[in-house]
């Protein structure tokens, strides 16, 4: 009979009794050990116990990419507790509209803005007189309660379906071996990041952690560490590519067995240009919500016979439907649902804003479409696109476009207000050495008149966070604000 999957507390610990000196995260420079992870996080779960933390409470960590991170998190999975990570960089009043959604016992980073939740500092060390025995096998009813706002833009919880006894094989299908020397470039308040350093730390690798994401040192920790093994975001692939072009024989990358992107989507030139840098077996893509309903994979070798796809459904079911709700027929755009596989157990449950959905069907806000060999597409979220004169505009296209220029690091697009039109798009791009007339020159040989910028406005710093994510309703509304200044 096969033994039932321990949670993630006695992997951590199990791992540690057979190899104890083996790193298990370096951080700045400064590597923790698998038995100097596990004892330190038994300390640590005994100083939070104290402070009043059950199992089955929520703890919510607000710290950067650390050492400290890490060791946080499982001591909230030794507890049985749950832990939910949010980015330090949340305002006041978010932060304190997510802790409203869910009673906690604890806030790890930072003070509850409202006062209401004890909390421990950044830094916080343990009374060293509390022992580092190992502590009763306990289960999170949740293994991780992520936040987001949303299509919605309100914010919410998403609460993984499955309980803490997550396995090593999670990141089989992944092409993850035990061993892997795996590189942590998101923050780990993202989904990305967390399922990937969840996935890490039960198969046994060594996690490096970035603090926060910088293109030369993410290069150098590649060849320093021999990382076999990482999951990024396409703003962080194009931020990298004019660093490693300008001195490619500082960097060695032939380590690296399977690089993954998520999160968002990623402009085939950029795409291409890493599969021609690693090699198509080693360049992978996933898309799929926080919620897991349902997910596709492509292999480099996938897309290109099928430039621009996402790929197919390897878990859960997905479909494209009109505003009708009737499902449409191949290469027709329409918005993506998806929903696990019948009979199997619910991935996710909302605490907050919830997803639209139809009969039993969620929806993210994609729009996309199937190709006759079932490989899907995507052009852009719902609430992004815009229409110029009737006619529907993709940011999304407009951004892969600019990105095959080899001076743009990030730009983001926009629907403005326009007299005659409607609407027409407004670029930010971040470049080297760019002005307007080379962005509407270059997007003119490239796109319908209709989709290029009326207007580009330059940016000093990224227009989108190591997540790959962008606020484009604040953004867009900023930017509107500042052209009607302009006209007055």
Known sequence: MTEPTPPISTQISRLAAAAPDAPAATCEGVTITRGELD???????????????RQ????????????????????????????????????????AALLDLRPRALVVGRDDPTGRTPSVPAGFAPDPALPDAGLPEKVSPVFKAMASGGSTGRPKLIEAGGDSRFPALAGYPLGAQEGDVNLLSVPLSHNTGFTTFAIGLVQGHHLVLMPRFEPHEFLRLVTEHRVTFLATVPTIMQR????????????????????????????????RAWIDLLAPEAVWELYGGTELQALTFISGEQWLAHPGSVGVVVAGEMKVLDDDG????????????????????????????TAKSRDGWDSLGDLGYFDEDGFLYLNDRRVDMFTVGGRNVYPAEIESALSEHPR??????VGVPDEDLGQVPHALVQADGLDEADVVAFLAERLERYKVPRTVEFSETPLRDDAGKARRSAVRDDVISRLAQARR
């Open 56 to 95: 089955g409470d929520y703890v919510t960590v607000v710290l950067p990419n650390s050492i400290e991170w890490v060791q946080a998190v499982v001591a909230t999975w030794k507890l049985g507790a749950v832990p939910q990570p949010l980015s330090p960089r949340l305002p006041d009043a978010e932060l």
């Open 240 to 271: 990298l590519l004019p660093v490693y072009r300008a001195d490619p024989d500082a960097y060695d990358l032939s380590s690296i067995r399977r690089f993954w992107h998520l999160a968002a989507p990623c402009p085939p030139a950029i795409k």
């Open 39 to 53: 004892a330190s996080t038994n300390r640590l779960a005994r100083a939070y116990a104290e402070l009043g933390v």
């Open 326 to 353: 009737n499902e449409c027929p191949p290469g027709v755009v329409g918005e993506i649902y998806m929903r696990p596989s019948p009979g199997s157990a619910p991935t996710y449950r909302y605490v907050g804003a």
């Open 408 to 413: 743009v690091l990030s730009c983001l697009v």
